[in-house]
């Protein structure tokens, strides 16, 4: 199985999750191990696997049952050995993602409540996905907590959304940059590729039910848009 991978987002525990576009199936897919699921965070590194990297997995499981849906929509096992092809160009992923992209989250991920979550089970829709937006309507900003946290707001329509940021390189350019620098770096470009995703199932304090809520993976940096 052959995986442009778009999505790397920070887990607990030293793991991160990868994701990417199936070029055989042509549909999204989250490659998972038998235990620990996620990946570790010194193998990402050592074999240098970042946004647009090609790579070649073998299947353990095509479908596990590890997991509800809507999770369960593209998660894959894999074995631990995986082929490094090559890197693209990330205007060439977006390229290939171009006419995959949602068009309201809202819809697309079963979202309730102001936006943020949806329930496991309630429904055969992915848990993975891409939208494309005016750079205008996208805003980084702090969380006052401690340590702060990174979260996105963007309008679609009429429609608010506001997520947490779990990208990996998302959240290493904001130590470098600081706030208002982020926002002027996606501000140069006219139209961003979101890349969004559901986070695992987790029962909040106040509530008895799991819930998996929407997060900002990655943006693609391109100018194909």
């Not at 989250?105 to 089970?121: D, V």
């Not at 900003?141 to 702060?148: A, R």
């Not at 006219?190 to 029962?203: E, I, P, S």
């Amino acid at each position: 199985m052959e995986v442009l991978i778009t999505d790397l987002t920070e887990m607990s525990s030293s793991r991160i999750c990868v994701a990417g576009w199936s070029l055989a199936d042509n549909k999204m897919v989250r490659p998972l191990l038998k235990h620990p699921a996620h990946w570790s965070v010194d193998k990402i590194k050592t074999n240098e696997i970042k946004i647009g990297s090609l790579i070649k997995f073998q299947i353990n499981d095509p479908q596990p049952n590890s997991r509800p849906y809507p999770h369960k929509t593209e998660d894959v096992e894999v074995t631990h050995e995986f082929f490094k092809i090559e890197d693209r160009a990330e205007d060439k992923v977006h390229q290939m993602l171009s006419s995959n992209l949602m068009e309201n989250p809202k819809i697309y991920f079963n979202l309730k409540s102001e936006n943020k979550y949806t329930l496991p089970n309630s429904g055969l829709f992915p848990s993975l996905g891409g939208i494309r937006i005016c750079s205008t309507d996208l805003k980084f900003w702090e969380k006052n907590s401690n340590p702060p946290k990174l979260r996105a707001q963007f309008n679609i329509l009429t429609e608010k959304f506001d997520f947490p940021v779990k990208s990996i390189r998302l959240k290493k350019l904001w130590n470098q940059l600081k706030i208002d620098e982020l926002n002027k770096k996606f501000h140069q470009f006219k139209y961003l590729h979101l890349r969004l995703g559901l986070a695992n199932a987790w029962v909040p304090s106040g509530v008895t039910e799991k819930r998996c809520y929407c997060q900002l993976n990655e943006i693609l940096f391109t100018e194909a848009l």
